[in-house]
Structure formats: structure tokens, C-alpha cells
């Protein structure tokens, strides 16, 4: 790769684990989900509303200034970074800051570089993500039936989706597919999806979807405990637990017949708050501690107050010293979300 440092920096360089981010639980904060649009190019509907109000861009970070920001966090100890949206590759020169936080994967001062993605502009960036350090991502897929696949994302293309993961695998990238467990649409899906993910070197999990942000559905209908889907796959796979992490909540098992691994990310029947690791930087600024809460830290203020790293780093310290013991996650009968905010704000 090219030399990604940006001559025109002004601000403090990176000084690695200069202050280690320690939460008042004792857990070290080393991972950092990015979102950094709040936009889509579809709109699912357990996540979104069909028509969405979305942040005004005058009101988003510039790419300069995420990347200042995270840099300031991967000093502090962050070890793997994901960037997430809405999509995040929908923003306008997303590469531009991929290519820049990349510089961190040549150094060794960053372990992962990686995102989560509809797939939909895969095609177009799955080369350069590679080119740029990169070598895994998430792809977001709930169902393989095209006509099932165009109602529950209101504007997607499966065909288009399939296309891109197909450019990832030619470029190298790892891919695991997520799926979120929706009772009544996908359940009996989720065998096929494990075969068709197994089948091609992807790995495949599965996630109960979380009552975060007003929509037009209701969660109680949609919700599916995974305790369920287990028991029903187990029904023609022999599943085995595996202590295999990748940095994230997922708890992992390994498919006898397929050989390969699924994976179950649980907020709501057995949360993963006991061993986080994570938090979660919106486009603005914004630092949630905590998906499921609502306390967070503005650190556009402290970004732009001063071109010094200390000034954000003590800010980031006051942050995760807030950070809660975990989240409060009920599926409201009411059909009242846990939080107000949409899940595209903070990315997962």
C-alpha cells in the first residue's frame, strides 16, 4: 500500500497505548464500531422506518476528523475497528478514510481494520477494501429469496447483493453472512442460509433483533429467541461449542455435517455484556458507551476545541468512565423501543 500519512496533520502523532481505556467493571475497551453515516440504501424494516428523517451533513464529521478520532482511540488501545452505517460505503469518499486508517494495520498499531455491510456496493469497493488492509467484513443478509429479500429491505436487490459478496470472495476478503431471526419470515430459512454460507468458505450468524428506534412493525411479532433456532437446528445438525471469538458477542459453535462455524449473537435471552469490549463512535461525535443506553459522550466538541490529542484524550477518559455495566434490552409489549435512537445511528 501507499504511504497513507496525511503531510497537512497538525495534531499530537499517535502515541500507542498511551492511556489503556479501562472501564469502572475492569474491562479494557479495545474495539471501536464506527458508524460513519447514519444513511441506507435500504430500509429494513426491523431497523429503520420507511421514510427516515437522517442527519443533515452539515451535521457529520468530516472524513479528516473520524480519522483523527479514531487514530486518537487506537492510541488509547483500540485493536479492532469496524466501520458500520446505515451502509457505510454509501458515504461520499468512504475510501478515502478506509485507505487512512489502514496506515494503522501497516504499523501494527491497529490488529483489524474491518466492516459491516448490505453488499450492495461491494462490486465497486471489494478490491480496494482489500488494497487498503482489510480482510474480512460482515455482510447483512436475512433471507435468499429474492421476493422476501425485496420486503424485507423495501429497496433491495438480492441478485445485486449476491454479486458483490462473490467480488469479495475474489478479493480475498473473508466474508461472514449475519442474518437477523425473524419469527414468521426466516426461521425455517436459516438451515439453507447455513448451507449456502458453509458451502462457499463463509461463516454465518445469526442475531435476535433488538427494540431500538420507532418502527412500523411490531417487535413482539417479529421477535425470535435463538435458544428456539438452536433447538430446531440441532434438530438435523450437530452443533458444538467452540471458546472461538472474534473480538464481537457472538458466541460460536461448530456445524458437524458442514464443517464450518455459526455463531449467535444473543442481547436479549443471554446478553454478552459481562465480557464487553466495545463502544460506539456516531458520525457526529457522539459516543455511546453502551448500545442499549442512552448515556453518551460529545466528542466533536473536544475534536474541534483543539488540534492537542490531550484535550480528546482526557475527554475519551471521562467517556468510558461512564461506561454501564450493560444494557436493559425488553421487547416492550407496547411496541415501545428500549432506546428512541434507530439502530443506523449507532451501526450495531
Given at each position: ?46 431497523c429503520m422506518a420507511e421514510n427516515m428523517t437522517f442527519l443533515p451533513k452539515k451535521d457529520l464529521l468530516t472524513l479528516e476528523e473520524l480519522d483523527r478520532l479514531c487514530s486518537a482511540f487506537i492510541g488509547k488501545g483500540v485493536r479492532k475497528l469496524r466501520l458500520t ?264
Amino acid at each position: 500500500m501507499n504511504s497513507l500519512v496525511n503531510p497537512n496533520d497538525t495534531h499530537t502523532p499517535l502515541r500507542t497505548n498511551a492511556h489503556p481505556m479501562i472501564d469502572p467493571f475492569g474491562r479494557m475497551v479495545s474495539y471501536l464500531r464506527v458508524s460513519v453515516t447514519d444513511r441506507c440504501d435500504f430500509r429494513c424494516t426491523y431497523c429503520m422506518a420507511e421514510n427516515m428523517t437522517f442527519l443533515p451533513k452539515k451535521d457529520l464529521l468530516t472524513l479528516e476528523e473520524l480519522d483523527r478520532l479514531c487514530s486518537a482511540f487506537i492510541g488509547k488501545g483500540v485493536r479492532k475497528l469496524r466501520l458500520t452505517g446505515g451502509e457505510p460505503l454509501v458515504r461520499k469518499n468512504i475510501m478515502y478514510l478506509v485507505r487512512a486508517l489502514g496506515r494503522h494495520i501497516e504499523t501494527g498499531a491497529l490488529e483489524e481494520l474491518t466492516l459491516t455491510t448490505n453488499g450492495s456496493q461491494l462490486t465497486r469497493y471489494a478490491e480496494e477494501l482489500y488494497d487498503c488492509g482489510v480482510r474480512r467484513i460482515n455482510v447483512s443478509v436475512d433471507t435468499l429469496d429474492p421476493d422476501k429479500f425485496k420486503a424485507v429491505t423495501r429497496w433491495g436487490d438480492l441478485q445485486k447483493v449476491l454479486e458483490g459478496i462473490e467480488a469479495a470472495r475474489k478479493a480475498g476478503l473473508k466474508i461472514k453472512l449475519n442474518a437477523v431471526a425473524l419469527k414468521g419470515f426466516n426461521e425455517h430459512e436459516i438451515p439453507s442460509m447455513l448451507r449456502f454460507a458453509h458451502e462457499r468458505g463463509m461463516d454465518l450468524t445469526v442475531i435476535e433483533t433488538m427494540p431500538m428506534g420507532e418502527i412500523e412493525e411490531d417487535r413482539t411479532d417479529q421477535y425470535l429467541p435463538l435458544s428456539q433456532v438452536r433447538a430446531s437446528l440441532e434438530e438435523q445438525f450437530t452443533l458444538s461449542d467452540i471458546p472461538f471469538k472474534t473480538g464481537g458477542p457472538a458466541r460460536y459453535v461448530t456445524v458437524q455435517e458442514t464443517g464450518g462455524k455459526l455463531g449467535f449473537i444473543t442481547p436479549m435471552t443471554h446478553n454478552f455484556c459481562e465480557s464487553c469490549n466495545r463502544v460506539r463512535l456516531t458520525c457526529t461525535g457522539t459516543l455511546y458507551m453502551c448500545l442499549g443506553q442512552n448515556d453518551a459522550a460529545d466528542l466533536r466538541t473536544a475534536l474541534r476545541a483543539s488540534t492537542d490529542d490531550a484535550y480528546l484524550s482526557a475527554a475519551i477518559d471521562e467517556a468510558i468512565s461512564r461506561k454501564p455495566k450493560g444494557h436493559d434490552f425488553i421487547i416492550d409489549r407496547n411496541n415501545r423501543p428500549a432506546v428512541s435512537r434507530h439502530m443506523s445511528v449507532t451501526g450495531g
